[in-house]
């Protein structure tokens, strides 16, 4: 007997001993539902060249040649990626909107004996939720962690986690270091497969508890931060930290080593810096990233341009700050001890 399900909750999910996604690699890799594993029926080829056929010549052909590749596929997934799989196997399938392609598999997996489950609507089931709550109301107490460049923010997230503080690294949703040397060297997700880990986090989330964010700007590289989050972060209170401008070049050097390590992308970030710095600067700062002087580099950003910068911003900004935390540098101990100042105003502040 087929089942049909709309819950996505994390308790719905925890139901099945596995998500499949039956749409072809691209469609999964631009958004899926976290922890989904990718069993095409079509893979992209195919699905562009059933599709040709279809519009271009006959829709019973496109259909006939259509169902024999989907056949031959799901039965390149029994033999492989489901071959171990027993009796009491518990898949919920879906695909873009519950339609043929899903149906292909359930009907296959239901004749094969697993209770299988088909998601009703789609992979747009999920997309329609995560929308509700990263573009509706506001539903989070947020606390932003603020401070100069290189003053140790991300680095006090996952100690914070120890100290039982709630945190949200957007960061590492965005796969970027929110900076104009933030790449990764890996592509960044997808703007909807950053919202759906994001929603994901938020799931996971006591409501009635305070979360810790890094302070961002809108975006994250090319990433944008969902309307309902950036609203939050515009009314939370901040906790600052600060630490001398060398003591920040020095981690900040650690921190991105990779960039530095390559002297062709830091040239080019360079070139992006905002037109008020001279050209002559610029070509300072180049030299120095040339002769692999790479804390120089750090400080020279930090003074002349992420400091005045922070400023500017900080004095537009109207937010009540909850306490200030200030390190002697940004070494182990003092972001442990940072760590463990921040998590007591956090949870002795009444936000």
């Known amino acids: 007997m087929i089942r049909r399900t709309t819950d996505l909750s994390p308790g719905g999910r925890a139901g099945f001993d596995a998500i499949i996604d039956v749409r072809s690699p691209s469609e999964f890799a631009e958004d899926h539902i976290p922890g989904a594993i990718n069993l095409p029926v079509l893979d992209d080829a195919e699905r562009a060249e059933i599709g040709t056929l279809?519009?271009?010549?006959?829709?019973?052909?496109?259909?006939?040649?259509?169902?024999?590749?989907?056949?031959?596929?799901?039965?390149?997934?029994?033999?492989?990626?489901?071959?171990?799989?027993?009796?009491?196997?518990?898949?919920?399938?879906?695909?873009?909107?519950?339609?043929?392609?899903?149906?292909?598999?359930?009907?296959?997996?239901?004749?094969?004996?697993?209770?299988?489950?088909?998601?009703?609507?789609?992979?747009?089931?999920?997309?329609?939720q995560v929308q509700a709550a990263l573009y509706g109301e506001p539903a989070l107490s947020v606390v932003l962690l603020d401070g100069g460049t290189g003053s140790g923010k991300t680095a006090l997230l996952p100690?914070?986690?120890?100290?039982?503080?709630?945190?949200?690294?957007?960061?590492?949703?965005?796969?970027?270091?929110?900076?104009?040397?933030?790449?990764?060297?890996?592509?960044q997700p997808s703007q909807k497969l950053f919202e759906?880990?994001?929603?994901?986090?938020?799931?996971?989330?006591?409501?009635?508890?305070?979360?810790v964010?890094?302070?961002?700007?809108?975006?994250?590289?090319?990433?944008?931060?969902?309307?309902?989050l950036w609203f939050a972060m515009g009314r939370a209170s901040v906790i600052e930290?600060?630490?001398p401008v060398e003591a920040r070049a020095a981690f900040s050097a650690r921190v991105y080593a990779d960039i530095a390590a390559d002297v062709g992308a830091l040239e080019t970030a360079l070139g992006r810096l905002p037109p008020h710095h001279s050209r002559e600067t610029v070509a300072g700062w180049k030299a120095l990233a040339r002769d692999g002087r790479s804390a120089e580099l750090a400080a020279a950003l930090i003074a002349d341009h992420y400091d005045p910068a922070y400023r500017r911003m900080s004095a537009r900004r109207d937010r009540p700050v909850i306490g200030r935390v200030e390190m002697a540098d940004v070494s182990e101990t003092e972001l442990d001890r940072a760590a463990h100042a921040v998590a007591a105003l956090i949870l002795t502040s009444p936000l």
């Open 213 to 228: 964010l890094e302070a961002e700007s809108s975006r994250i590289g090319a990433r944008t931060i969902p309307p309902a």
């Open 159 to 187: 100690r914070l986690v120890d100290r039982g503080v709630q945190i949200l690294d957007l960061e590492g949703f965005a796969g970027h270091r929110g900076s104009l040397f933030g790449a990764t060297g890996r592509p």
């Open 241 to 243: 930290l600060s630490a």
């Open 54 to 128: 279809y519009v271009q010549q006959s829709k019973f052909l496109a259909r006939r040649i259509g169902a024999a590749k989907v056949a031959r596929n799901i039965a390149a997934h029994l033999d492989g990626a489901l071959k171990h799989r027993d009796g009491s196997f518990r898949p919920l399938v879906h695909c873009w909107r519950g339609g043929q392609r899903s149906g292909a598999m359930v009907a296959v997996m239901d004749q094969i004996g697993w209770p299988v489950t088909v998601l009703d609507g789609g992979y747009m089931t999920w997309r329609r």
């Open 196 to 211: 759906s880990r994001l929603f994901e986090a938020l799931e996971r989330l006591d409501p009635a508890r305070p979360v």
